[in-house]
């Protein structure tokens, strides 16, 4: 279809009122065609000459593929007209959610949002929010390209992850919060806690109980403990189980605080108590945006709720259920944040190609996922890449050391076959990064540079890390060794279904994104590898082969 009827036809399938289509779509493009009509074409090149960094005049072919050819900031900041429309809608009446899978351009959106709300008054402020350190870093970065490194813009706006700003609020409205515990810190206390009051659960029910259960809902007493529903646990437990549990989860707290320490989980429930508690104090913000907003937990939303006065603009979500890698479930809307009639799903991929796509998809095996809100499944449906290249491939080796080789000739042939920057190239081995390190580096000659929770230099070098330290990033190729059936799932990482099926379901579908995740990261090669029994998430990519 012509380009202006197909755009037409999308918005009002995505919900826009036609009045708003015909003003953004059909009355913008008749005023462009007027004023270049009208001999205009001075003032046209006057605004393209004033922002190079966001225009680029393509005159051929040759000059297309250069473009596409440069490093990744180019189009970092690239929008395109269907992500507009959502980006730079006027207003919305409250909570807005945009969903897509990756490479759909979600964070481009929200940055772009983000631009449009520091328009609105000389004095907005906005809270630009996310899981991790790493995303944090990368939204501050493209925040800074798309503003023209503008200080005086940039300093309206906080760019930081959530447990960070829920830090500073404890600090500022409580004072010094303590010391606060990692993951394995906090297993440990679960661990002893269990073993000296000699209990019948486990360590990893205990934390899953006080994660999932009394801090996702808030529960301040015994006797709401024991009235709640323990939405998501699999595991029944009598009215006498759960007064023992109430005490030994009061007990765990009381240890913590005796000690001047809490989780960070603790800390945004205790940040968003206080912020319900002192209206006009601490930290305000006319308008929060919220990136990857799939990896969230409920007592995160409360702090995110409670920062922004409720109202048009208040709150605007980003993320992909199908990047759910954290165990994280919420209802929104039993959060105070509804975002009905307030949403927009972006379909069209422009980091990938159709080929790795397709690929990645049967990776889900079409296993169902629960949308944002946790009132309903979410869809890939629709989903699709307009570039196409290379099929992936996929590898079996009898040996550790035949996968490294292989590993080592494949990503040679990236880098000096095709002549592409060893910054652009990754390398995802799994589960151990530390063997995989040592091994490919040093036969091919190939200079390594190790990732960690995002951050590396701009030294030339394969990028090497394991899974999680490089959510949010993207690589031209991409090669993730060891998808054996030891490391995905990942046993540690599962509950078994025996003690909790919801759980067990719950962690496998976070294991089975998180291999999906990683095979999006690829722009225009992807290689999956594995020595021994091979994963049986790779079922679904062998059926749709054969």
């Not at 000659?445 to 959510?471: E, F, I, M, N, Y």
Request: with cysteine; net charge neutral.
């Amino acid at each position: 279809m012509p380009e202006d009827q197909f755009e037409a036809l999308w918005l009002l399938a995505e919900g826009f009122e036609p009045e708003d289509i015909y003003r953004d779509l059909v009355a913008a493009r008749q005023t462009a065609a007027v004023e270049e009509a009208e001999g205009k074409q001075g003032e046209l090149t006057a605004a393209v000459s004033r922002t190079r960094s966001r225009i680029a005049l393509v005159t051929g072919p040759e000059e297309l593929a250069d473009i596409l050819a440069k490093p990744f900031d180019a189009w970092r900041i690239f929008l395109h007209p269907t992500q507009r429309r959502v980006a730079y809608r006027p207003a919305y009446a409250g909570p807005a959610q945009i969903t897509g899978g990756p490479g759909t351009g979600k964070t481009v959106v929200a940055l772009h949002r983000v631009r449009h709300l520091l328009g609105r008054s000389p004095d907005t402020r906005v809270l630009l929010t996310t899981y991790t350190g790493a995303l944090a870093r990368s939204l501050r970065s493209g925040l800074a390209l798309l503003l023209d490194h503008d200080q005086a813009l940039l300093d309206r706006v906080t760019v930081t992850t959530v447990d960070a700003t829920a830090h500073r609020i404890v600090r500022e409205l409580h004072g010094n919060p303590g010391d606060v515990l990692g993951d394995k810190d906090e297993q440990r206390r679960w661990q002893r806690l269990a073993h000296r009051l000699e209990l019948p659960w486990t360590d990893a029910f205990l934390a899953q109980e006080y994660r999932h259960v009394l801090l996702a809902q808030d529960l301040r007493s015994r006797e709401e403990y024991e009235k709640c529903l323990r939405r998501g646990r699999g595991s029944k437990l009598p009215a006498g189980q759960r007064q023992r549990l109430w005490q030994v989860m009061a007990r765990f707290e009381e240890e913590l605080a005796h000690d001047r320490a809490c989780t960070w989980l603790q800390m945004c429930a205790r940040g968003a108590r206080l912020l319900e508690g002192r209206p006009n104090q601490g930290l305000r913000y006319d308008h929060v945006v919220v990136d990857e907003a799939q990896d969230l937990h409920p007592a995160q939303w409360r702090l995110l709720r409670a920062l922004v006065p409720e109202g048009p603009d208040d709150l605007f979500l980003t993320g992909d259920p199908h990047q759910r890698i954290y165990d994280s479930r919420v209802s929104l809307r039993s959060l105070g944040i509804s975002v009905a009639g307030r949403g927009a799903r972006l379909r069209l991929n422009y980091r990938s190609t159709e080929e790795i796509l397709r690929w990645s998809r049967a990776l889900l095996d079409r296993k169902p996922v629960a949308d944002l809100t946790g009132d309903a499944p979410d869809s890939l449906s629709g989903y699709r890449s307009l570039l196409h290249g290379e099929r992936p491939v996929c590898e079996g080796h009898g040996t550790e050391a035949a996968e490294a080789d292989a590993v080592v000739r494949t990503v040679g042939a990236w880098v000096g076959g095709r002549r592409r920057a060893l910054r652009d190239r990754g390398l995802r081995p799994v589960p151990d990064a530390d063997r995989a390190d040592r091994r490919p580096a040093c036969p091919a000659g190939l200079p390594v540079v190790r990732v960690k929770d995002g951050q590396s230099d701009d030294t030339a070098g394969v990028r090497v890390s394991s899974l999680h330290s490089l959510k949010g990033l993207e690589f031209r190729c991409v090669a993730v060794a060891g998808v054996t059936a030891s490391a995905f799932p990942f046993a540690p990482a599962v509950k078994p279904a025996e003690v909790d099926p919801l759980q067990n379901a719950t962690d496998l579908a976070a294991e089975r994104c998180l291999l999906f995740v990683a095979s999006t990261w690829a722009r225009e090669a992807l290689y999956m590898s594995y020595s021994g029994r091979p994963s049986g998430f790779l079922d679904g990519v062998r059926r749709q082969e054969w």
